[in-house]
């Protein structure tokens, strides 16, 4: 009790701050999400979400060159693909986007990690992350492209895969085609409790993914839901997932505590596109101080429990904590 008790004595100098400081970020921690396309020289800014871009192969190479160059060790890989079907098509062709960009990317630099994202929403001209049949979202069929995309990006070399699609059962249908094609080592990173967010505006017009009718709520979470989310984590752990993620991150930490609290397992979570475009917008206006607020961000996200984030600000954080 005060008089005894005065917590701004380990508040005074800055060496003693970081002694007892109990959260601290690491580049490491990050993972970079990039977009990828065909073509070459391709490098067009994203409108809503400055700074990030649509990458063809060859300049997404010099991006990554330049991240690891600002300590980023990890990248999450989407594909804008030529063209677009009902069956996501492009998802699982082995000379696809993505698949090109993780060999180019293994052949340039070989430490790196190289996370893909398996969904079939980028790839389908309904703009839905499975088959739809009468107006649904059919589950069950939409598993087996979700595997064949998994394997095709196994095979191009992808070294964690991250199923981002809320399909019942995919964590195991995926574990299953991967170790049937003799990939029993590759990691699953499962987008485990995923919300239907508005967040993930600004992606959605990156990704052109946004979808053409309806929404995702029969098969993303709803935001009111935590105890849901337990349920999901601890369904894609018994089917083999390696990490899981919370996404969104910011109005979810308290999903990320309860996860990491209940499960003591890796925890991912995605800073994801709708917070990073509020900041940048925030700060272009000169409302808020972009590098104080990125690394607060960050930190707030780690202090809840997440061991790993995915953010778009990954490489101006390295930057900073250097
Ligand atoms: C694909 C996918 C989405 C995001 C990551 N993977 C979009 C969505 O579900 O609509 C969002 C990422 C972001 O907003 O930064 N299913």
Not at 2 to 19: G, K, N, Q, S, V
Not at 81 to 103: E, F, I, M
Not at 262 to 282: I, L, T
Request: proline fraction near 5%; aromatic fraction near 8%; charge should be negative.
């Amino acid at each position: 009790m005060f008089p005894t008790d005065r917590p701004r004595r380990l508040r005074r100098t800055p060496a003693l701050r970081e002694m007892v400081r109990e959260t601290k970020l690491d580049p490491g921690d990050f993972i970079y999400p990039l977009f990828v396309r065909s073509g070459r020289g391709v490098k067009s800014e994203i409108s809503a979400m400055p700074g990030n871009y649509h990458f063809s192969v060859d300049r997404l190479v010099e991006e990554v060159g330049e991240a690891i160059e600002d300590g980023v060790r990890s990248v999450i890989l989407f594909g804008i693909p030529d063209h677009k079907d009902a069956v996501g098509t492009a998802a699982y062709d082995d000379g696809a986007p993505v698949q090109s960009a993780v060999r180019a990317l293994h052949e340039s630099y070989r430490d790196l990690t190289v996370v893909t994202d398996v969904c079939l929403c980028e790839y389908t001209d309904h703009g839905h992350c499975g088959v739809v049949r009468d107006g649904e979202v059919v589950n069950d069929d939409t598993l087996e492209l979700l595997a064949r995309t998994a394997v095709s990006q196994a095979r191009a070399g992808a070294n964690v895969i991250a199923p981002s699609d809320m399909m019942d059962g995919r964590v195991g249908a995926i574990r299953q085609a991967l170790d049937e094609a003799g990939f029993e080592s590759l990691p699953i990173l499962s987008y485990a409790a995923k919300y239907a967010s508005s967040f993930y505006g600004p992606f959605r017009e990156a990704a052109g993914s946004a979808p053409q009718f309806g929404d995702r709520k029969a098969y993303q979470m709803d935001p009111a839901n935590s105890d849901e989310a337990l349920r999901e984590v601890g369904l894609d752990l018994e089917e083999g997932a390696d990490i899981v993620m919370v996404k969104p991150a910011l109005s979810y930490l308290d999903v990320i505590r309860r996860v990491k609290d209940a499960f003591g397992v890796p925890v991912a979570a995605y800073n994801v596109s709708g917070e990073f475009s509020m900041v940048a917008a925030a700060a272009a206006n000169g409302w808020i101080d972009r590098e104080r607020i990125v690394l607060e961000i960050l930190t707030s996200i780690k202090r809840a429990g997440a061991d790993v984030i995915l953010t778009y600000h990954a490489r101006e954080a390295a930057r900073l904590l250097r």
